[in-house]
């Protein structure tokens, strides 16, 4: 059968925004954006969770302290040529000998919910899950209980990119299969120490990063590009596995006691389709399949994307009778990292890897008349597309049989100097993104919370500490001291009548 043809499902969805020209569409996105300047708390359910994220590596430090072992983000931040700064996360933001500090700037600026990561090397230092790190629990353990004394939700993710060194050099990593019983054993364990107090588990942050960028392109630790047309495919397979299996732990053993939910955090750009062409129609199809079906088809229906079948062939491993009635529903809700969008072309990928290759697709920034596809913030890679983030969680609302979402990552980075704390960009971002959120839930959408990434400045990965994403600037001239920007301050304002309502509960 034509490729087209089979894909071709996707269109009614697809095309419904390609009715009007590409100038048209542009303005009317912006026109719709700009009607809701007012966006409000009664704007989203009454129960909606309006959180703050982080994740270990980037802010933690204390690298070799309270018997951490080294992860693969260690070695490879280390590596020549590899941090655009030269930096690394030994010391981070201090926040592990600064957590109390950072909880109570949480609490002060109102938040319900905090999205951190457990440090997978700080509960087994090298991984294998003989040997339980008290020190690690205890870390672990003193920051859950001072976010519930103020009243802070945690949500906590147990694999935020930073893999046990131990496992990568003995055996590969994410590649092996053996890696999903060394995950097992790590999230059983936190189930088991922390599970009496957290409710919201997610087993995986963003699995498509650390197969593209860990195993393809290599820009991300381990930095591998060696096997570029197989490992991306395996490294994306057994993170698959890996969370069905801690899902399925948490069913038998902890469920029943502890009453709590596990999800699954993907990311994805928005692919708006360049034009009407059924080529550009079938290429932004496949661009979704291969960000979101990549992990949720598996989930919902059982296998990967037909199309990812096909182009892919053997080089996609495959799933046994077995481990499809492991991943049958494995999902509670479903966390969505949602930053830009794309308009995505046919073409033959300008781009390095074996993944964009496979999907012979261009992502486009400009239209042919030099229309931009939103405002460009200070990372490259990141432009400011309000009606993206709707479309996305619409999409996976209808073709994942509407599953409960947490938006569990979004934000722009400040620029300017003079816009280092007065971020007036990211006010207008957070503005308009949360006013595409509501819509997306008047739309139908089942979304439950959101979480702005960033907490605090902190070590942005590959960029080192060239970018800043936190809501609290770090000074990290003079003592990694932290001060709220003015996004932070209007976060609080959004947040202020709740707050106050639970207070008021709470002294009854
Ligand atoms: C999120 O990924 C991560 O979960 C979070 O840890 C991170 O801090 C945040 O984004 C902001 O980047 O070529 O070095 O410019 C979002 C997906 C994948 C977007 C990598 C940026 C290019 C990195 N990201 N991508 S780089």
Not at 94 to 122: P, V
Not at 300 to 319: A, Q
Request: charged share 25%; glycine share 8%.
């Amino acid at each position: 059968m034509n490729e087209f043809v089979t894909e071709s499902y996707y269109f009614p969805f697809l095309s419904l925004a390609k009715m009007v020209k590409k100038d048209e569409f542009l303005k009317q996105n912006e026109h719709q954006e700009s009607n809701n300047k007012q966006v409000s708390r009664s704007d989203f359910p009454p129960d909606f969770i309006f959180g703050v994220a982080t994740s270990a590596y980037q802010i933690e430090g204390a690298c070799k302290e309270g018997g951490r072992g080294a992860s693969i983000w260690d070695a490879f931040s280390h590596t020549e040529g590899k941090i655009i700064d030269k930096s690394n996360g030994d010391v981070a933001v201090d926040h592990y000998h600064r957590y109390k500090e950072d909880i109570d700037l949480i609490a002060k600026l109102g938040f319900d919910g905090y999205r951190f990561s457990i440090s997978w090397s700080r509960i087994f230092p090298d991984g294998l899950g003989t040997k339980v790190n008290e020190e690690g629990i205890t870390f672990y353990n003193n920051i859950i209980d001072a976010l519930l004394e103020k009243g802070i939700t945690p949500y906590i993710t147990l694999y935020h990119w930073d893999l046990p060194l131990h496992l990568h050099d003995k055996m590969g990593g994410w590649v092996n299969k053996e890696i999903v019983k060394y995950f097992a054993i790590y999230a059983d364990t936190c189930f088991s120490c922390f599970g009496d107090r957290v409710k919201k588990w997610i087993t995986i942050n963003e699995p498509l990063q650390t197969a593209v960028n860990g195993y393809d392109t290599g820009i991300f630790a381990p930095g591998r590009r060696q096997h570029s047309s197989t490992e991306p495919y395996l490294a994306a397979h057994h993170q698959i596995l890996a969370h069905a299996t801690a899902f399925s732990i948490y069913q038998s053993k902890y469920k029943d006691k502890q009453g709590g939910k596990v999800g699954l955090v993907v990311d994805c750009e928005w692919a708006e389709a360049n034009s009407d062409k059924i080529e550009d129609l079938s290429a932004a199809a496949r661009r979704l399949d291969f960000q979101l079906g990549w992990y949720l088809h598996p989930i919902y229906y059982g296998e990967y994307p037909e199309v990812m079948r096909k182009r892919l062939g053997d080089r996609l491993p495959e799933f046994t009778q077995e481990e499809k009635e492991l991943l049958k529903h494995a999902v509670d809700f479903v966390g969505l990292n949602q930053y830009t969008s794309r308009f995505i072309a046919h073409a033959t990928s300008p781009e390095e890897g074996d993944y964009y290759k496979s999907q012979e697709m261009e992502r486009i920034v400009e239209w042919e008349g030099g229309e931009i596809i939103g405002e460009k913030a200070a990372s490259e890679w990141l432009y400011v597309v309000p009606w993206g983030i709707r479309k996305v969680l619409n999409y996976i609302s209808k073709t994942y049989n509407n599953p409960p979402i947490f938006v569990t990552e979004n934000d722009n980075d400040t620029s300017p100097l003079h816009e280092m704390l007065d971020d007036k960009l990211r006010v207008r971002y957070f503005k308009e993104y949360l006013a595409a959120v509501s819509r997306a839930i008047k739309d139908g959408a089942d979304v439950r919370g959101y979480f702005a990434w960033s907490l605090l400045d902190n070590f942005e990965w590959a960029q080192g500490y060239t970018k800043r994403f936190g809501l609290v600037y770090v000074d990290y001239k003079n003592g990694l001291a932290r001060h709220p920007k003015s996004s932070a301050y209007w976060f609080l304002r959004l947040i202020e009548r709740p707050v106050k309502i639970r207070m008021a509960k709470k002294s009854n």
